[in-house]
């Protein structure tokens, strides 16, 4: 069998792996619902609920947010995991906003008083899939959950509340009030929340006035595209790829503002609630207002169609239709079609205005849809092909791309750009900080945008979270096998080995030409291991923030695997390595023997820093008395050797008290060896301090030289 009989896995297929993450943990609750639905038939309140929860959950993919749960007549959502944003903090607070008001629409629709409530919270969990067999779900589980679902229980009717990480997150972007003495079952500690105030003008891109940087080669592409429809008078369907932040929005925002007036600019979107596509497109087409009534509407709506459409009064009727400016008029039965001549209509209204204006006229329409929506979708394919001057720009973050497709994809910013992208959001007091950090976060622009947010927080605990999501965001662009080499890359130390990660992962050929071609990874010049080719990460920073996301109870076993490669390869010139790894290991045996030689080898070399370094940590294992005691009587020798008497005198003595707790026969060697070492440290005759030789002139002097003599 190639596919377990269970669960259809395919068979050696690896399990789904855990990872620590960085995420805002949303909980959206009905407030009196159970009251509200007393006396409804069962079927009318699971009917309620499920409208509810399904527009509800729809806001939360809105803003690419992971709907985690479903729990009764309210729902858990994860913004961050199993993929991150580089401002996963302020999307959840906004999404939770939006989700209240999408469950007042809905009341408001069915004539009830529905009304919400919510809780945020940011913090590192362990995410991952859990159960066995068929039931496997991806979820995510720490206290930043329960506190999460403390504060939404906490909150009022239409109010939002969040911790304090949340709020330090997007303060710079939100406005809040604090909550004095609050008090959480099971969180003694915190006594304090903050409530979000709503705005209806809330600023959607608080960066739309900085200055536009780099991405010609992008500009030049959709240049392109648009010269070529209007050559070829057809129809070019295309999609604009690239992770969320990256910067498709302003790009076409930026192409559109260089177009020619000749050129039509069309913006459609995935729509909200009861939001229509027609409503949409009828106001850029047609220039509507929602603040004129019915009859001015629809006389503009005529007007512009008989321009358009001479003659086409089916069409004009069915546009009008869609936008609820006349009654509808049921087809008669020889007039249904199996296309919606509805999207015909409006295709001919678009082919109309990219034929508009004679030579250079034509229509470029910019599609945003992170979400599915069939209406939209089927527009769009209802316009593949059309004979008209149309360029059509689909933006995907590159999961959904049909088989085929016609793509561009967005690069990201070089350092240069991204510095000047920085230079217009940050304090230039950070300068010399964004210099070292720019190069973390992987060339996104909203990455660049939210770097600078961090750098204007002063508080470190607030910057460094805000820095690791950044951080986290840029891996998770990574292939899965990519991101566990990294993992194990990162466990290893700021340096590791091809051979090392060969012997977990197989071949790695590939996943390391991803590491270094994403400048995560550094090829040494040089090798500390024969034969061995050597690796590096482009920084400590960007280390440190792969290991967050590596579980705390994975690490041991890697540990030890790595502890037993170096073992095998490199037993002498890395044995501080192979011993540290060891000690995180659990194995503080070996860790001890290793630790001995590294310490012998500094003293060899006369690093009496490292050695006395080395030697703590030998002595701080958990090993047998007997086993510290020889590491005791190793480091009095050493520091007799350096002529260092009074620390010789400090180890002989921890070791005298280690030994007295052993058994007289298993111990009586190290008991005549400590006897021998210390008569050595008594007839040892230390120098005199610098201040006793200058005091004591030319006498001190020679008696220091007959001391050492």
């Known amino acids: ?151 939404e229980h906490a909150a009022g009717a239409g109010e939002v509340w969040t911790a304090e990480e949340t709020y330090q997150a997007t303060r710079h972007r939100l406005t809040y009030e604090k909550v004095s003495e609050v008090r959480l079952p099971a969180f003694p500690n915190v006594t304090e929340a903050y409530r979000l105030h709503a705005s209806e003008h809330r600023d959607p891109d608080p960066y739309a006035r900085v200055r536009f940087v780099g991405r010609a080669r992008e500009l030049d592409a959709l240049a392109a595209w648009h010269r070529g429809v209007r050559r070829t008078k057809r ?89 609820d400016l006349v009654p509808e008029v049921p087809w008669k039965r020889l007039e249904r079609r199996a296309v919606d001549r509805t999207l015909l209509a409006w295709r001919d209204v678009l082919v109309a205005i990219a034929h508009r204006r004679v030579g250079v006229a034509s229509l470029a329409l910019f599609v945003e849809s992170d979400r ?95 820095l690791t999501s950044l951080l986290q965001t840029r891996l998770d662009m990574l292939e899965p096998a990519a991101r566990r080499l990294l993992a194990l890359a990162a466990l290893t130390g700021e340096r590791t080995w091809e051979g090392l990660l ?72 890395l044995s501080e390595l192979t011993a540290e790894h060891f000690e995180k290991g659990g194995a503080a045996d070996a860790a001890y023997a290793y630790y001995l030689t590294a310490a012998a080898e500094a003293d060899a070399d006369e690093d009496e820093a490292r050695a006395d370094r080395l030697y703590q940590r030998l002595l701080a294992l958990d090993v047998a008395p007997l086993l510290r005691a020889e590491g005791l009587l190793a480091y009095a020798q050493a520091t007799l050797l350096r002529g260092d008497r009074r620390l010789a005198l400090a180890q002989l003595d921890r070791a005298d008290q280690t030994l007295a707790r052993c058994e007289r026969e298993a111990c009586s060697q190290l008991l005549e060896t400590t006897r021998r070492l210390r008569a050595e440290a008594l007839a040892l005759i230390e120098p005199l301090p610098a201040s006793d030789r200058l005091a004591g002139g030319e006498d001190a002097s020679a008696d220091a030289e007959a001391a050492r003599a």
């Not at 561009?408 to 010399?432: C, G, M, N, W, Y």
């Open 502 to 573: 060969a012997a977990f992962a197989g071949d790695v050929r590939h996943g390391l030409r991803t590491l270094r071609g994403s400048d995560l990874l550094v090829r040494q010049s040089t090798s500390r291991l024969s034969g061995q080719t050597e690796y590096g990460f482009r920084s400590e920073l960007l280390r440190h923030a792969v290991l967050q996301m590596t579980p705390f109870s994975e690490r041991p076993m890697l540990h030890l695997h790595i502890a037993t490669w170096l073992e095998q390869h490199a037993p002498l010139a």
């Open 235 to 323: 129809t070019r369907v295309a999609w604009l790829v690239g992770e969320a932040g990256s910067g498709k929005t302003r790009l076409l925002q930026e192409f559109a503002a260089g177009l020619d007036p000749a050129t039509t600019v069309v913006w459609l979107h995935a729509r909200n609630g009861d939001a229509s596509l027609w409503t949409e497109l009828a106001a850029q087409v047609f220039g509507l207002r929602e603040a004129d009534d019915v009859r001015a509407r629809a006389a503009t709506v005529q007007q512009a169609l008989a321009q358009l459409l001479p003659g086409e009064a089916r069409w004009h009727r069915l546009v009008l239709e869609s936008l």
């Open 372 to 466: 599915f929506d069939a209406d939209l979708e089927a527009f769009v394919e209802c316009l593949t092909g059309v004979q008209a001057p149309m360029l059509v720009v689909r933006t995907s973050r590159g999961r959904d791309l049909p088989p085929g497709a016609d793509a561009l994809t967005i690069a990201p910013l070089s350092i240069t750009e991204s510095l000047e992208l920085l230079d217009q959001v940050a304090d230039p007091v950070f300068r010399v900080a964004m210099r070292s950090l720019v190069h973390q976060v992987g060339g996104v622009p909203a990455s660049v945008f939210e770097l600078g947010r961090a750098l204007s927080i002063t508080q470190d605990t607030h910057f460094s979270g805000s």
């Open 1 to 151: 069998m190639r596919f377990c009989g269970m669960c259809g896995r395919p068979l050696g297929a690896p399990a789904e792996e855990r990872e620590r993450r960085r995420v805002s943990v949303v909980f959206v609750d009905l407030t009196g619902f159970s009251s509200l639905t007393h006396g409804l038939d069962p079927e009318e309140t699971r009917d309620l609920a499920d409208e509810v929860l399904t527009e509800v959950a729809s806001v939360v993919e809105d803003y690419d947010g992971y709907v985690d749960a479903f729990r009764g007549d309210g729902l858990m959502a994860v913004f961050g995991a199993p993929r991150s944003h580089p401002d996963d903090p302020y999307r959840a607070v906004v999404a939770a906003e939006a989700s209240l008001r999408a469950i007042e629409r809905v009341g408001a629709a069915k004539g009830v008083d529905l009304q919400g409530r919510a809780g945020v919270t940011t913090g590192v969990v362990i995410a991952g899939a859990i159960g066995s067999g068929r039931v496997r779900e991806y979820t995510v589980m720490g206290s930043v959950v329960n506190l999460a679902s403390r504060l």
